[in-house]
């Protein structure tokens, strides 16, 4: 209908310098390089800062017996998800998916994997030492990280959006999401991916050379 | 629809029961190609996230299916694992795995003959049919080697 109406009436000069504006502006922004990824979660102004939602401060303990928390991944990016050794559902997809951030990510020392599992009675230090083991992953960049099961809960839950709680009504026990989440160097998200599907994980591999290359 | 694709695989068991009765290479039958399409699709739902669609397992994790020397060796123990599980040490090809695996004990007799005809004759695999008489017997003896 507007548009009906402008045809008629042809354009005046005013709406052809805003337009002419717009499309300026338009144009520009198209130049500065690409959009920066999203920061999610919710966030608030104090006087003139903008804060953002981050993980929540947090302590466990991984493979190699070591403490894991906030200090661990200062100044770096990290990918983190939720699985559980004994899923047979989509954890192996996730761990094969994981596998090839891993591997993409192999020469960049400033991007790490935190992989925590839901399952901590049965998933032990020396369980998730041998799974790492025999998965492949040699490198430190890569922690599987046990804890106190309600920290691993709660953390899943208001730090990343993820789904992990336990389900006796599922095969094997637990519930929870799929997703692999990209945290910046001020631990904020900055991408959450279906770490079962191909295409999403490689979205993910582009978003953290993004990310590395944010100022 | 659901209750169409039984009635149809029904239908389609009928029929080739007739055929498979005179064929002495099942690989061609139209049985074998019930068996193997009703198999990849329920490979796909039980096993492919651990062993990959490929059957190439992961890293030390899980083993192999293809080229697997565990899988040519030990047919009866394979057929009773797809029922029952496994747990404890398995060597393939040279390679301790240590990964348990549960079982699927809702699978029917016939749904693991299907997935065993689809592993056994994909990949490099060509050990052609496995019948349903033959995967009864197997199970019937699990546990007692």
Redesign the interface.
């Known amino acids: 209908m507007n548009w009906r109406k402008t045809g008629q009436h042809p354009a005046t000069s005013i709406q052809r310098l805003l337009l002419s504006i717009a499309s300026a502006i338009f144009i520009l922004s198209c130049q500065v390089s690409e959009k920066p990824l999203p920061i999610f979660g919710q966030r608030e102004v104090v006087g003139t800062d903008t804060v953002y939602h981050t993980i929540a401060p947090f302590a466990f303990v991984d493979q190699d017996s070591a403490w894991v928390t906030n200090n661990t991944f200062k100044d770096n990016i990290y990918v983190a998800d939720f699985f559980f050794?004994?899923c047979?559902?989509?954890?192996?997809?996730m761990?094969?998916q994981m596998?090839r951030v891993y591997k993409a990510t192999a020469d960049m020392p400033d991007v790490k994997i935190l992989s925590h599992t839901i399952d901590p009675e049965y998933d032990t230090v020396a369980l998730l030492h041998?799974?790492a083991?025999?998965?492949?992953v040699k490198s430190a960049r890569w922690h599987f990280v046990t804890g106190v099961k309600d920290s691993i809960y709660k953390i899943a839950q208001t730090s990343y959006f993820a789904t992990a709680m336990e389900d006796k009504t599922e095969p094997?026990g637990f519930i929870h999401s799929g997703a692999f989440l990209l945290i910046d160097k001020k631990q904020r998200i900055r991408g959450k991916y279906d770490g079962t599907k191909e295409e999403e994980v490689n979205k993910l591999i582009v978003d953290i050379q993004k990310l590395r290359e944010e100022k | 629809m659901s209750r169409a694709i039984l009635i149809l695989i029904f239908f389609i068991g009928l029929l080739s029961s007739c055929v498979s009765g005179n064929s002495d290479k099942p690989a061609g039958s139209a049985k074998y190609q019930q068996y193997y399409v009703q198999g990849e699709v329920l490979y796909k739902n039980y096993c492919s996230?651990?062993h990959?669609a490929d059957g190439s397992g992961?890293?030390?994790?899980?083993p192999p299916l293809n080229k697997s020397d565990f899988l040519t060796e030990n047919f009866a123990s394979v057929v009773c694992l797809i029922k029952n599980g496994v747990s404890g040490e398995l060597i393939v090809n040279g390679v301790m795995?240590?990964?348990?695996?549960?079982g699927n004990p809702a699978l029917t007799e016939l749904e693991v003959a299907e997935i065993a005809t689809y592993i056994y004759n994909t990949w490099t695999n060509q050990k052609g049919m496995i019948e349903v008489s033959e995967v009864t017997a197997l199970l019937d003896a699990c546990g007692e080697n």
Do not use: A, V
């Not at chain 2, 992961?58 to 899980?62: A, D, E, V």
């Open positions: 050794t004994t047979r559902s989509i954890c192996p997809i761990k094969t596998l041998d799974f083991d025999r998965l492949g094997d | 996230n651990c990959q992961l890293g030390r994790l899980y795995y240590n990964q348990p695996m549960k």
